[in-house]
């Protein structure tokens, strides 16, 4: 995967930075560049480039320029970010807790559940099927009748 021609990459260790009051001062409400955390993280981890969208991060830093590492935000970070947006307030001396992106959400993770572990997954296990493994020459679907009422 590629993102404005450096290659992304999911995070293996989290990142945390404090918010403090230069970061708010410096920090625009609704532009994911110069957002609190943004702020906060290019100050205190030496971040050259931050994008903090709704559920990821991602940051490229100075020692590995071509390389941009996706982390995931927790809910309370998430409705910080909108409470920011939306009011322009954010805790002064908050921690922020950037997550390595969980493994469903992982680059070339595969959408949806593991195959066959739904009983109606397309096995060919239906009735007429049954029926025609078991030998018999009854290729018909048992019928239940409910009891008249």
């Given amino acids: ?5 450096k290659r992304v990459v999911d995070a293996k260790k989290k990142l945390t930075t404090t918010i ?5 001062g410096n920090a625009q409400p609704e532009d994911p560049t110069n957002c609190a955390i943004a702020q906060s993280l290019r100050r205190s981890k030496g971040v050259t480039e931050v994008s903090v969208g709704a559920s ?9 320029p071509d390389t941009v590492y996706r982390y995931g935000l927790s809910n309370n970070e998430r409705a910080l970010i909108r409470t920011f947006d939306k009011d322009h ?6 921690t922020v807790k ?8 992982r680059i070339g993770a595969r959408k949806g559940v593991n195959p066959g ?3 109606r997954s397309g096995k060919g296990r239906n009735a007429l099927h049954r029926a025609a493994s078991t030998g018999t020459s009854r290729a018909v679907p048992t019928r239940h009748i409910a009891a008249p009422a």
């Fill in 117 to 119: 572990s739904n009983k």
């Fill in 1 to 5: 995967m590629q993102m404005k021609g």
């Fill in 89 to 94: 307030a954010f805790p002064c001396g908050y």
């Fill in 20 to 24: 403090t009051a230069p970061d708010l």
């Fill in 98 to 105: 950037l997550d390595p992106v969980p493994a469903s959400r």
């Fill in 56 to 64: 990821m991060v991602y940051v490229v830093t100075a020692e590995e």
